[in-house]
């Protein structure tokens, strides 16, 4: 089935300069960039993607901080087109909490934060954001992207992949 969803890359993957190698793993697992630009969302608009159900789930301090960190630095936010596009993105970036995702994933690889002190610290310097789950991709790439800054192309080797 092929998906489209949203990926941020965050702050500290941008201001760490992975951005290359963090996109660099989306195309050789053969899906597709089809928008990408720079942005600095202002707290307003971070808070339309990180909405109240994040204080309800995690604490308004956890959605405070995210929202003051968002829109920290400017972020790299990505669409990526592909079969089961959301599920094997998530699966490609790792779990949520550096110190628990596995070696070979984004943050297994590049963060280095125990889920303790990331809760502890209400940080979430964990370099990327993936939608996760289909509903939510539909309304957070709807919120990111305009329809025209959405691309559809062919790769060269789609044939043998799809």
Partial sequence: MMQKTLVLIKPDGLQRGLVGEILKRFEQR????????????????????????IAQKHGEHVRNYL?????????????????????????????????????????GDFSHTSKEYAKKNNQGHNL???SENEEDA?????????????????????????
């Fill in 67 to 107: 929202l003051d960190y968002i829109s920290s630095s400017p972020i790299i936010a990505v669409v990526i087109q592909g079969s089961s596009a959301i599920s094997v993105v998530r699966k490609i970036v790792g779990s949520t909490y550096p110190g628990e995702a596995d070696i070979g994933t984004i943050r």
């Fill in 30 to 53: 053969g899906l597709k960039i089809v928008g990408m630009k720079m942005v600095r969302p202002d707290k307003e608009f971070a808070g339309r993607h990180y909405k109240e159900a």
């Fill in 138 to 162: 539909k309304e957070e790439l709807a919120l990111w992207f305009s329809d025209d800054e959405i691309f559809d192309y062919k790769l060269s080797h789609e044939e043998h992949i799809y």
């Fill in 128 to 130: 990327i954001h993936a």
